[in-house]
């Protein structure tokens, strides 16, 4: 029987509504890291805005990367584990080694304007059914009879990311 | 400044609750705001993200792990993050020209470079994925200057890349944060330089871009760009410059 693989995309987006210990403390460092990494491609002070300094100054597509440096820290501290999706049993059970992480919006000026994101990858998932609007997912495993399942809920930000079918 | 912070940010934590209670109202749940702590309760509301409510069970798990400040990755001394290459160490010391160019404590200094091969740590390709964040900004640290203002890396000798010669990229902020200068450190040329010594790695020099033809070298007539560079294949090489900044 055909296996179908997936990985999910879970984007979690942090900004200053964010309450969590963890959420805020990637909204707080990521900020700093970008007022001070923006100056960089602002050596004029021409710009105040992310999306200006997207539009007008070359290379300013790399603050993504740059900025990143500031949360890799908060990042190890997951220790692997996707937050905030949980199983059907009020787990957290999706694992994750790739990760990209996004500056939305953000302003040197105004720091409620400053929202960023984690994409989180899943490793790869066996999509065994659909119950209703759940998915029926296991960890992908070569060779055995029983094997142990997890049931999600679709939501908003969760993404199937890839799609593999297998002999 | 950062506690400040962090109660205006449960401050607004707070004021957006009511929109997520109507938000959830519309689909009759029970609804459980509770975000910042563990519910171990039979909630059935849970907030991903920040501003999606959809419908799915709470968290029913113990609390943790807690999270801790944590800097960012580029504060460290040895930048290598496994690069091969020869061993470089790199003495930066950064001076003040409203004070007699006298050292500058307490500097941010960023520095980066390319590894050996002339490649930069960046996030390559469209998928900007990254699989290992223990070594992801490779060649790039952040250090703030002592007494003296001195900043030391160890690194690896830079290779090249196309049009430009040898070069270091370097970031001076004042303690705030406030950016003081955004420079470069060129290398000394010619039979008995470091630059001649490691002959470009596995490129050699055929091609390369020397200091009078490099578009941002070239106009330093003066070589105040150019950098001290003592030692040898072997025992590796250290840099020495002064760059000197209004603060």
């Not at chain 2, 109660?7 to 609750?17: E, F, R």
């Not at chain 2, 330093?220 to 002064?242: H, P």
Request: aromatic residues 10%; glycine residues 8%.
């Amino acid at each position: 029987m055909a296996h179908r693989i997936i990985t999910l995309c879970y984007r979690k987006v942090i900004d200053s509504s964010s309450v969590k210990p963890w959420d805020t403390l990637v909204f707080e460092d990521s900020y700093t890291e970008f007022k001070m990494q923006a100056q960089l491609y602002n050596q004029e002070k021409k710009y105040r805005t992310f999306a200006e300094l997207l539009q007008h100054a070359p290379g300013a597509e790399k603050l993504h990367f740059l900025v990143s440096a500031a949360v890799i820290g908060y990042l190890q501290q997951l220790n692997e584990i996707i937050p905030d999706i949980l199983n059907n049993l009020g787990k957290h059970f999706l694992r994750f080694n790739q990760f990209q992480f996004e500056i939305i919006n953000s302003d040197i000026q105004d720091k409620t304007k400053h929202q960023v994101a984690f994409n989180f990858y899943s490793e790869p998932l066996v999509w065994h059914d659909t119950i209703q609007n759940y998915l029926l997912v296991s960890e992908k495993k070569a060779g055995e009879e029983e094997i142990l399942t997890n049931l999600f809920q679709l939501q908003p930000y969760l993404n199937i990311h890839s799609l593999q079918t297998e002999a | 400044m950062e506690r400040k912070n962090f109660l205006k940010s449960l401050l607004l934590g707070a004021l957006t609750t009511p929109v997520l209670l109507t938000a959830c109202d519309k689909n009759e749940d029970t609804v459980t705001p509770s975000e910042g702590t563990t519910d171990s309760g039979s909630g059935t509301v849970t907030n991903p993200g920040t501003s999606s409510s959809s419908c799915t069970v709470a968290p029913t798990e113990t609390e943790g792990p807690f999270p801790t400040k944590a800097p960012a990755s580029y504060v460290r001394s040895d930048i290598t993050n496994g690069r091969s290459g020869y061993k470089m160490t790199a003495k930066i010391t950064i001076g003040n020209t409203n004070n007699n160019c006298a050292g500058l404590a307490n500097a941010i200094v960023d520095i980066w470079h390319c590894d050996a091969e002339g490649n930069y740590s960046e996030y390559g390709g469209s998928g900007m994925q990254s699989t290992n964040y223990q070594s992801v900004h490779f060649l790039r640290g952040r250090q703030v200057t002592d007494a003296n203002g001195l900043v030391t890396f160890t690194s690896i000798f830079p290779g090249w890349y196309n049009g430009r010669a040898t070069h270091i990229h370097v970031h001076i902020y004042n303690a705030n944060g406030t950016s003081l200068k955004v420079t470069q450190i060129a290398f000394p040329e010619g039979s008995g330089t470091a630059v001649a010594a490691v002959n470009g790695y596995n490129k050699g020099l055929s091609g390369y871009t020397y200091n009078s033809r490099d578009n941002v070298f070239s106009d330093d007539s003066a070589g105040v760009q150019i950098a001290t560079v003592t030692g040898n294949t072997t025992d590796g090489f250290e840099l020495a410059i002064k760059l000197n900044v209004a603060a």
